[in-house]
């Protein structure tokens, strides 16, 4: 069973909405949870980290909360573009990196 | 400062052929991590060197895939022969000792088996 879990798998929204990424993890302790963005056809690339006494943490449009209690962390879109459009990855460090495999998020005009 | 650079961006291969993929990690960057990304699914750990020696290659397949990082600088991966199963993604990131310190990933070799 992977150690991390994300939700939903897919979604669709309309520009100019907003839309949260759940992440669900039985890692434990870890260093740090990771966002990832993957456009089509590249490579992911970082968004936010946070370590386990961080709350949230912010990258412009996109907000990471945490809640190292209930093992859970979401990933806030505001007011999304077309360029939103991708796969969200979900990363948890401990002494490895175990990624999730990812939301993946169509905007629509 | 210049990205983890790999090559070829697609490749499409018959199977039971050979293929090779190219790694150049971001200058100084002493580890780097050789990724199967199957669609829908995220990154799986192939193989990661710590310069030029294997720190981790629990998961890859050894039957059939290798890699070598000679001179603790690029990196090539190879499967020989290539299954229909092996179609997929194949990330390359570095990082200055370790996943805390600098990881970053390369843009990936897409590669179809037929």
């Known amino acids: 069973k992977n150690q991390v879990e994300q939700s939903p798998q897919s979604l669709i929204i309309l520009e100019g909405k907003n839309c949260t990424l759940q992440c669900n993890y039985t890692v434990s302790p870890f260093s740090n949870l990771r966002w990832y963005k993957q456009d089509t056809g590249r490579g992911p690339v970082s968004l936010t980290i946070m370590t386990f006494s961080e709350n949230t943490k912010s990258n412009g449009r996109y907000t990471a909360t945490l809640d190292a209690d209930t093992k859970q962390s979401s990933l806030h879109i505001t007011a999304s573009q077309l360029s939103d459009s991708a796969s969200y990855i979900c990363v948890v460090f401990d002494y490895k990196l175990s990624f999730g495999a990812g939301t993946t998020v169509t905007v629509r005009a | 400062e210049a990205g983890v650079a790999q090559s070829p961006r697609y490749k499409i291969i018959e199977k039971r052929q050979s293929v090779a993929f190219w790694c150049n990690p971001i200058?100084?960057?002493?580890?780097l991590y050789w990724y199967q990304q199957i669609l829908g699914q995220g990154p799986k750990l192939l193989i990661q060197f710590q310069n030029n020696g294997v720190v981790d290659d629990s998961q890859l397949p050894k039957d059939r895939f290798s890699a070598e990082r000679l001179k603790g600088v690029d990196s090539t991966l190879k499967i020989q022969p290539a299954k229909l199963e092996d179609s997929a993604v194949y990330l390359c990131?570095?990082?200055?000792?370790?996943?805390?310190?600098?990881?970053?990933f390369g843009s990936g070799t897409r590669l179809t088996v037929v």
């Open positions: 990131a570095s990082s200055l000792r370790g996943p805390n310190y600098g990881y970053t």
């Open positions: 200058s100084g960057h002493a580890t």
